[in-house]
């Protein structure tokens, strides 16, 4: 039986590096396990958005990932991660259809000045 592709997503401070040995053991079990570098987001103070980088996330789906818009997809997001996919589940409801199984690792919902 095939499994969910997994998406990875990290935090503020990171460039996605942190989740690559996760990548990693993911893929080393036979997940279809996708680190996303979605931004640096030092450009959050200037003129983009969390929800710009929603909609990068939502392109690298389909260009990095290969999820063309309608398949299903588990995700492990960190930190400012979580605000990004919460963007992301929000901007459009047929999106909340696709993600099937979520992992917060201390995720900025209500702890960082961007959340609100």
Not at 52 to 75: C, I, K, M, N
Request: charged fraction near 25%; hydrophobic fraction near 40%; glycine fraction near 6%.
């Amino acid at each position: 039986m095939a499994r969910r592709p997994v998406v990875l997503v990290h935090g503020y401070s990171d460039r996605g590096q942190s989740f690559v040995p996760w990548r990693d053991a993911l893929v080393a079990a036979g997940y279809d396990a996708h680190e996303i570098p979605v931004c640096s987001y030092q450009t959050l103070t200037n003129e983009l958005s969390i929800k710009d980088v929603a909609e990068g996330f939502d392109r690298a789906l389909r260009e990095r990932v290969g999820l063309s818009g309608q398949e299903p997809f588990d995700a492990i997001v960190h930190s400012t991660g979580m605000l990004v996919i919460r963007d992301w589940l929000t901007t459009y409801d047929a999106r909340r259809e696709r993600l099937r199984h979520l992992v917060a690792l201390a995720p900025a919902t209500f702890g960082s000045p961007i959340a609100h």
